[in-house]
């Protein structure tokens, strides 16, 4: 005899009394309300993760200012907050004045400076000023004005797909005049900084600006 002859499906071989989860329904039910309920609780930790590594990878660069060689634009020991997703995907060829960090491989670590010279620009210091192919170039950004030393040479030809740097302390920073190869690649750039939040008291400012 074909006990399937009205169509019923074969039950479930489990015996019921056997503990089968579908002999429950309230234990199945709490179940889903458990994994319900740690998801709603804990589930925006994977995720606030997740978004703060591409933060931090891709978008925005978070460092500390360890020298007083920016000042006063950077104050030491004064935390940045820099613009890197270009830099990540391409090789942009930042603007002159802006203040960026890059990689010397040369100190063999992460530096901040000034952007003065671009690709085929002729950097030549004079009497304490900084001239770009011949025209002096205006820095209302530096704390003193014309105590800019040659320091190893007194021009400079930065050669097509390098940069110049300076910094802004210019009697206590050591950049492009005192290193040994002073060109930097464009590929070298990292980062574009936006922000300095400086808060220690014997700092010379405190507070949270916008860097230009």
Same mark, same amino acid.
């Given at each position: ?13 489990? *015996? @019921?009394? &056997?503990?089968?989860?579908? =002999? ?9 309300? +458990?994994?319900? /309920?740690?998801?709603?609780?804990y589930g925006f930790a994977p995720i606030t993760v997740a978004v703060?590594?591409v933060l931090l990878k891709v978008i925005l660069q978070i460092a ?9 634009? *950077? @104050?030491? &020991?004064?935390?940045?907050? =820099? ?9 942009? +060829?930042?603007? /002159? ?55 190893n040479q007194e021009e400079y030809v930065v050669p097509e797909g ?51």
């Amino acid at each position: 005899m074909d006990e399937n002859k009205d169509g019923l499906q074969p039950a479930d071989p489990q *015996l @019921p009394g &056997r503990g089968s989860a579908d =002999s429950y329904p309230g234990r199945r039910l709490q179940k889903e309300s +458990t994994a319900r /309920r740690l998801w709603r609780d804990y589930g925006f930790a994977p995720i606030t993760v997740a978004v703060m590594l591409v933060l931090l990878k891709v978008i925005l660069q978070i460092a500390w200012v360890p020298s007083g060689s920016m000042e006063d634009t *950077l @104050p030491t &020991r004064s935390l940045l907050l =820099s613009w890197q997703m270009p830099y990540v995907f391409a090789d942009p +060829t930042p603007q /002159r004045g802006d203040v960026v960090t890059f990689r010397s491989e040369e100190l063999g670590k992460l530096l901040v400076k000034r952007v003065i010279g671009l690709p085929g620009d002729t950097v030549s210091i004079q009497n304490g000023y900084v001239y770009i192919n011949g025209e002096k170039l205006e820095e209302s950004y530096l704390p003193r004005q014309g105590v800019t030393a040659a320091g190893n040479q007194e021009e400079y030809v930065v050669p097509e797909g390098c940069l110049f740097f300076l910094g802004d302390n210019r009697t206590n920073s050591q950049d492009a005049r005192l290193w040994d190869n002073p060109y930097i690649p464009v590929d070298k750039v990292r980062s574009h900084v936006l922000v300095c939040i400086s808060f220690l008291k014997e700092n010379s400012w405190r507070g949270i600006r916008v860097v230009s």
